[in-house]
């Protein structure tokens, strides 16, 4: 099962913007499905945008419009480019590429916190 290592975290104001990487420890290229998840404190894990291989783009609804999920396979990495963040985008984020329901390992995460 492909793992992750994200980046890319910090403390920023709402208003601001972060742009999060995963570095995958192999090739992406034919991975099915290829997101990045988040966790809050206290809160389940959600799913915050997703690539599936033939099909849309998946964002959550509290994210349209702000994050852009993009993929550069030759560099096995996955990106979230986040803007005008809120404190509701405070958590830990995370990749992964999940085989139907199952999900693969999960990495360390990288913290996100957004306060004035």
């Known amino acids: 099962q492909v793992q992750f290592v994200e980046s890319g975290g910090g403390s920023v104001q709402p208003g601001g913007s972060l742009k999060l990487s995963c570095v995958a420890s192999?090739?992406?290229?034919?991975?099915?499905?290829l997101g990045w998840y988040r966790q809050a404190p206290g809160k389940q894990r959600e799913l915050v945008a997703r690539?599936?291989?033939?099909?849309?783009?998946n964002y959550a609804d509290s994210v349209k419009g702000r994050f852009t999920i993009s993929r550069d396979n030759a560099k096995n990495t996955v990106n979230l480019q986040m803007s005008n963040l809120k404190p509701e985008d405070t958590a830990v984020y995370y990749c992964n590429a999940p085989q139907g329901s199952n999900f693969g390992p999960w990495g360390q995460g990288t913290q996100v916190t957004v306060s004035s």
């Open positions: 192999r090739s992406i290229f034919n991975i099915h499905a």
């Open positions: 690539f599936i291989t033939g099909g849309p783009t």
